[in-house]
């Protein structure tokens, strides 16, 4: 009976040593995904007005590519997929800042929840009302932060992986353009728009 006890003591003050850190992620959350909304409501605007800054940058960096490999066609053919490979990668890891919070909101919510009602049973047992009614509402807080959190994060993440996979396919297009008129031998018989799905979907 005495290990039992011991190791029920462990868990509780482990788990009240994580109150601080839950609450503070809960807290983050809150603020970082407020503002991945708004990031992402500004690019609506831009991409409304007909602005694609990652579809311009490509476009300058596979024209400098097109001029330096000019007469080497197979080398072209390789850096332009390697440019490709490596803006896939880039809008990837954009998506993976607001993909995170999809699983992360709701699982601090869940410890947020659960860490306050066991310091308010304690506090109930100590008969401590005042301690117990702000941990119930604080738990509850944490609840609604967390999921709240998360279902924000997966509607941003919708319509950026939308965004993203336009983008590719317009590069793949792009890059395939100059790939079939500067190195029409090297022309692959696959199609760099499908690769680009893939590897889109594969991350996500």
Not at 31 to 42: E, I
Not at 46 to 64: I, S
Not at 131 to 157: C, D, N, Q, R
């Amino acid at each position: 009976m005495d290990l039992v006890h011991t190791l029920e003591q462990l868990l509780y003050e482990v788990s009240t040593a994580l109150y601080l850190p839950v609450i503070a992620g809960c807290a983050l959350l809150v603020c970082y995904t407020p503002l991945q909304l708004g990031m992402t409501l500004f690019e609506s605007w831009q991409r409304h007005r007909g602005q694609f800054h990652e579809r311009v940058l490509f476009d300058l960096r596979l024209a400098r590519l097109r001029d330096a490999y000019q007469g080497l066609p197979r080398r072209l053919e390789i850096e332009v997929e390697r440019l490709l490979q490596a803006e896939e990668l880039q809008l990837s890891r954009r998506l993976d800042r607001v993909r995170f919070v999809i699983k992360l909101g709701p699982s601090l919510g869940l410890m947020g929840t659960l860490i306050p009602m066991g310091i308010s049973l304690a506090a109930l047992a100590e008969g401590n009302i005042p301690k117990m009614a702000g941990s119930m509402v604080t738990a509850f807080t944490a609840t609604v932060a967390g999921l709240g959190s998360g279902v924000l994060a997966y509607l941003i993440a919708l319509s950026r992986e939308r965004w993203a996979r336009a983008d590719v396919r317009e590069m793949a297009h792009a890059a395939e353009l100059v790939i079939a008129r500067f190195a029409p031998e090297q022309a692959p018989a696959h199609h760099l728009q499908e690769e680009a799905d893939d590897a889109l979907a594969i991350t996500a």
